[in-house]
Every structure is written in C-alpha cells, then in structure tokens.
C-alpha cells in the first residue's frame, strides 16, 4: 500500500514477492532520500525501489478467437510491465481478433507499448472444423 503523507513524503508497505519467504517491508520517502527496512536480501530491496520507481506486472487477460474451437484466448506478457500501461494494454487487447490456430506460447502482440514484452499464448486453440 502506498500512502502519499505530504507533497515531498510517501510510505510503502509491501511483502516482497521475488521468493516465497515473502518479507514485509516498509519504504519511506522524503525529500528523494529513500529508507528501506525488513528485507532480508538485496533483491528485496531491488523490489521495493521498483515498486516506488515504477511498479511492474505480468498481465494476464483473454482475447477473441475468430475461427477457433474456443471463442477466447487466455494470454499474458512475457515479462512484467509498467503498471501504469495496464488499462491501456487491456484497451489494446480487448480490440484484438486473433485467427485460429494458435500454439501454447506462440507471440500474439510483439514488443507491445514498446515495453519490450510480447503477448504470448498460454493455451493451445484449434481451428473450428466447419
Ligand atoms: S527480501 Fe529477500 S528473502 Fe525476503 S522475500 Fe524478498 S527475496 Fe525473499
């Protein structure tokens, strides 16, 4: 949770999710001095400064399937992206029509928002039979 006290003050409290022993930690920033406390490693540190800096996420999400044995696609990016492009992402891919067939991880979108990650497949869909 992130809490904007002041104009030049933000506290953070977060469980760090890069290993399952899941530290919470608590970030506090004034006046672009950055404190961190309760993480056990540096990754969780990394963590913390990302989530204040530019919070990212894996995005997962169905798209519409034209010709398929399914009507929808379940996806997700292949990397974690910025937060902030989510809706815009989820705009982009709720316009979307893909045509069937498609493979389990095959590239449906690439380098999307120019994030650098690609929307894959995460299921097999087959081509209607008519
Ligand atoms: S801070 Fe380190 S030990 Fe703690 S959950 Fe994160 S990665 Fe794991």
């Not at 204040?52 to 798209?63: A, E, F, G, M, S």
């Not at 929307?119 to 039979?129: A, G, L, N, Q």
């Amino acid at each position: 949770m992130k809490t904007e006290l002041r104009d030049d003050v933000v506290e953070m409290d977060l469980i760090c999710v890069v290993c399952p022993i899941g530290c919470s930690i608590k970030l506090r920033a004034k006046d672009g001095k950055v404190e961190i406390v309760g993480n056990r490693c540096p990754k969780g540190y990394e963590y913390a400064m990302d989530e204040y800096r530019d919070p990212k996420r894996i995005l997962t999400t169905n798209v519409r399937v034209l010709n398929g044995d399914h009507e929808l696609l379940s996806v997700k990016t292949d990397s974690p992206i910025p937060k902030r492009l989510i809706w815009e992402m989820m705009r982009i891919l709720k316009n979307i029509r893909i045509e069937a067939p498609k493979e389990v991880g095959e590239i449906i979108l690439e380098n999307v928002l120019n994030t650098g990650a690609n929307i894959v497949s995460t299921r097999r869909i087959m081509r209607r039979k008519s």
